[in-house]
């Protein structure tokens, strides 16, 4: 049976997850063939099977599984003839380790500097929802919290330091191949991306041309989700 991939959807169908991503990502890099689900905010209820409302999720035959790492470790396992998503057990460990780290000190530090620009990607029947959540969650209009992103933009550039000191000197963090610590961070640069005009790294940053690679890897799958303009 195919897998069945539940993924956040935004207006015109734009897909801008972060963790949404890192999915897609690992299930391009495996070469698995998926069924998309689309949830919006406001469909939470698609997700009551999983005991959960948060995306991503997967169906593969019997099982769900939630979270993103939790995927990549399911897809890993379930699909050891696939090209591997972290090489050995070293290198899961190192994937684990920047998860976290990814997770706890720069993805958010990626929200405050596009949060007003997403408002404009969700789905008109998710604006008020969005709005008001994200609004409750940072305790001021959006359009403030952005407000003076010029300032913030250097904390989340610094805190890109461990990647960039990596792929200033080879194409992936897994060296000449990409692996799942690469996936990671592509994500909530992909959020951005899709759902932002606002530069997060400079044209002469490393960062920058990893992104790039990546976004070409496995015929385009991250360049087909076109860049907010």
């Not at 935004?10 to 690992?26: I, L, V």
């Not at 099977?49 to 991503?56: H, K, R």
């Not at 960039?164 to 909530?188: E, I, K, M, N």
Request: charged share 25%; aromatic share 12%.
């Amino acid at each position: 049976m195919a897998i069945t991939f539940y993924d956040l959807c935004g207006r015109d169908a734009k897909r801008f997850s972060p963790y949404g991503w890192r999915t897609r990502m690992a299930l391009a890099h495996k070469g698995l063939d998926y069924g998309l689900e689309p949830v919006k905010f406001t469909e939470k209820h698609k997700l009551e099977f999983s005991g959960q409302n948060l995306v991503p999720v997967i169906r593969d035959g019997d099982r769900v599984v939630n979270d993103s790492w939790a995927i990549a470790e399911y897809l890993e396992d379930s699909y050891p003839d696939r090209p591997s998503l972290f090489g050995d057990a070293a290198g899961r460990g190192m994937a684990k380790a920047i998860n976290g780290f990814v997770n706890t000190t720069v993805q958010p530090l990626v929200g405050p500097l596009i949060i007003a620009d997403i408002l404009d990607c969700v789905d008109p029947a998710d604006r008020d929802y969005f709005a008001d959540s994200r609004r409750q969650r940072f305790g001021r209009p959006l359009d403030e919290v952005q407000a003076d992103r010029d300032q913030k933009v250097e904390g989340f550039r610094k805190a890109l330091e461990p990647y960039r000191v990596v792929v200033a000197g080879q194409p992936f963090v897994g060296g000449s191949a990409p692996t799942y610590a690469d996936y990671v961070l592509f994500g909530p640069l992909q959020w951005a991306r899709c759902t932002s005009a606002y530069g997060l790294v400079t044209a002469d940053d490393p960062i920058h041309a990893w992104f790039e690679r990546l976004l070409d890897l496995h015929g385009g799958v991250g360049r087909s989700e076109p860049a907010a303009a």
